[in-house]
């Protein structure tokens, strides 16, 4: 299996999130520490180091939808931009690149990073992606083998200090004590957020009239970042991209912005024969 000869050959990577002891994997089927606290590899590959169970409304259809969109093209011209970034800085030094994809979903986004640097550099890769929702990492062990899947509370991650050079917070909630706890010295943190147009059609449908028709919070997360890192660049990419009836509908499904809305609003928006979407990202670099 994959997954199981990447976890051997990388397990020093790990430490167990309830005693902070080192792990190491026992014949290609457990994660184990030096105080026996046990965490078994799934047929699928993954682990799952969640000693409770979490509830979440990232159900399996979402992450369905999110796979449609994602390898659509839909978020290419900011895989690029980070790809780049990643490789000027890691590639030139020759050393290993260690990726942690925190808050990683159904995978898409690190596999497509992972590929983008790949053909660029000899030097070796690995890719760690980790998330809280079960049903999101077993989509991604299950499509995407050649990086490591864990199931864990980021607040609680399962990896020991200074394991990763390159830390991926994509749209996505961030801990940024343990990022600090998990980057190397010389490591770069890569949050992406939301800018203001981001999806403004859709909100648009969704919460027109009301204060989420617009995201206005891309300034208080861009200071939340800098109060923890030293912000070395900022990289904007806003695009329009086409949608089909079926992309659609996968949008839809695959973003929160459909939890909070009417059922008139949210049939008006399945109706609707949108033909541009507005994709508004920031990205932000940060350091130690």
């Keep these: 299996m994959i997954r199981a000869g990447l976890i051997s050959e990388f397990e020093g990577i790990f430490r167990c999130p309830i005693c902070f002891s080192q792990m190491r994997l026992v014949q290609y089927k457990s994660l184990r520490c030096n105080q026996n606290h046990c965490f078994d590899l799934s047929k699928q590959g993954y682990v799952n180091v969640l000693s409770v169970a979490s509830k979440t409304k990232y159900d399996k259809r979402m992450f369905e939808s999110r796979r449609v969109i994602y390898q659509s093209g839909f978020f290419e011209p900011m895989y ?146 800098q109060d923890h890192f030293e912000l070395r660049d900022v990289q904007r990419v806003q695009y329009g991209f086409q949608l089909d009836e079926m992309q659609l509908q996968s949008l839809l499904h695959m973003t929160p912005l459909s939890w909070g809305t009417t059922e008139e609003r949210l049939r008006e928006a399945q109706e609707w024969k949108m033909k541009e979407i507005t994709i508004d990202l920031t990205v932000l670099y940060g350091r130690k």
Aim: hydrophobic share 40%.
């Design 80 to 225: 690029a931009m980070i790809c780049n970034k990643i490789i000027d800085e890691r590639v030139t030094k020759r050393e290993p690149i260690k990726i942690l994809d925190a808050g990683c979903g159904e995978g898409s986004h690190l596999h497509n990073i992972q590929q983008g640097i790949e053909p660029h550099t000899s030097v070796p890769l690995l890719a760690v992606g980790m998330d809280i929702s079960k049903t999101g990492i077993r989509h991604a062990a299950m499509e995407y083998p050649n990086a490591i899947w864990c199931v864990a509370d980021l607040a609680n991650s399962p990896f020991d200090n200074e394991q990763f050079n390159t830390i991926l917070n994509i749209l996505s909630p961030a801990n940024y004590s343990e990022f600090k706890r998990m980057i190397t010295d010389d490591g770069m943190v890569i949050k992406v957020i939301p800018g203001r147009g981001y999806l403004k059609e859709l909100r648009s449908v969704l919460y027109e009239g009301t204060n989420k028709q617009v995201y206005v919070n891309d300034s208080a997360a861009l200071d939340h970042f």
